[in-house]
């Protein structure tokens, strides 16, 4: 019993660190590309990096952290653990036994299942991540007519030019659900789930029928699995995949995510599109799409690594 106890810790643990410092590697690049998405100020990745931290230093690049951080554990531990269960459920279905091998399309449907589930956990989280992202740009927005002001105020009293300075609205990712919550009601915590469910189904379904087939080329003659390597490398290009099939959707997601923090601008996940690429060209759906290839290389890899070793040791927990 000591021993079961001891190897459940070790899961949790595995399932825990490595999903922490995925996002903690990824969220800077994360952060620039959902400035890069939702503000047209920017005119390049480097440019928008450059702005971020001569404005905010590097707490810029980590805005929002704490949350992601904070349920990483779980939203794992959900989509592959619905992965695996209708990967089996599917097995026994068609061919009698869950341990049978799966072929492209049921791992395709199980991922894409993994990735519908996914949405109702993420969707408040991405709502709170994007908008503390964002946060400084709506500011820096709403001070612009106040230019005007240093001229009124003496310039040798300095204290009421500082009391006019905006305060944030949103004081972190608690005080974020929590007011988005008040303002907007339930829906205001599933702004742009319509673009997050496009995003995640197709984009997780590739994400694991990319993985399972790298994993076969992969495998060495006489072998039944890749080594280490080979799981590092499959699961870097697994979501390099994912995320360039996601990336037009996850445009769509965080312009709707971050509209209405004022004058409501898109009707919908349809007019969001029109719109967008009526005035910027089919190129804006493609915006951040380098930076999320960038970050879920060697997130992924550190990912299924960890998902590899997990399933090795429940094994032995069960045999």
Request: proline share 6%; net charge positive.
């Amino acid at each position: 019993m000591r021993t079961i106890l001891v190897k459940v810790k070790q899961c949790l643990t595995l399932s825990f660190i490595p999903g922490v410092c995925g996002v903690a590697v990824g969220y800077p690049l994360d952060t620039v590309k959902v400035k890069i998405q939702t503000e047209a100020k920017y005119t390049g990745i480097w440019n928008c990096i450059r702005n971020t931290y001569r404005q905010e230093r590097v707490w810029g690049f980590y805005r929002g952290l704490s949350l992601p951080v904070c349920t990483v554990s779980l939203v794992s531990s959900v989509s592959f653990g619905t992965y695996r269960h209708c990967l089996a459920h599917i097995c026994r279905f068609r061919y009698g036994s869950a341990d049978a091998k799966p072929s492209k399309v049921d791992i395709t449907l199980s991922g894409c299942a993994s990735g519908l589930v996914r949405v109702f956990l993420t969707s408040p989280t991405e709502v709170a991540k994007v908008r503390l992202q964002t946060q400084t740009q709506t500011h820096t927005q709403q001070r612009r007519p106040s230019a005007s002001w240093p001229s009124v105020a003496p310039p040798l009293c300095p204290a009421p030019s500082a009391s006019l300075e905006p305060r944030p609205k949103y004081h972190g990712p608690l005080h974020c659900l929590l007011t988005v919550a008040r303002e907007e009601g339930l829906r205001g915590l599933y702004k742009g789930s319509s673009a997050l469910l496009l995003r995640e189904g197709h984009s997780f379904a590739t994400y694991f029928l990319s993985y399972a087939m790298l994993c076969e080329w992969l495998t060495p003659a006489g072998h039944s699995q890749p080594d280490v390597f080979g799981v590092l490398l499959a699961g870097g290009c697994a979501g390099v995949l994912a995320w360039a099939v996601a990336t037009p959707m996850d445009v769509i997601k965080s312009r709707l995510q971050v509209d209405g923090q004022g004058q409501q601008r898109y009707r919908g996940l349809l007019h969001c599109m029109v719109t967008s690429v009526r005035e910027e060209g089919p190129r804006v759906l493609f915006k951040g799409l380098a930076l999320n290839c960038c970050r879920a290389f060697p997130v992924n890899m550190v990912v299924f690594v960890a998902y590899e070793a997990i399933l090795r040791l429940t094994r032995g927990l069960l045999t």
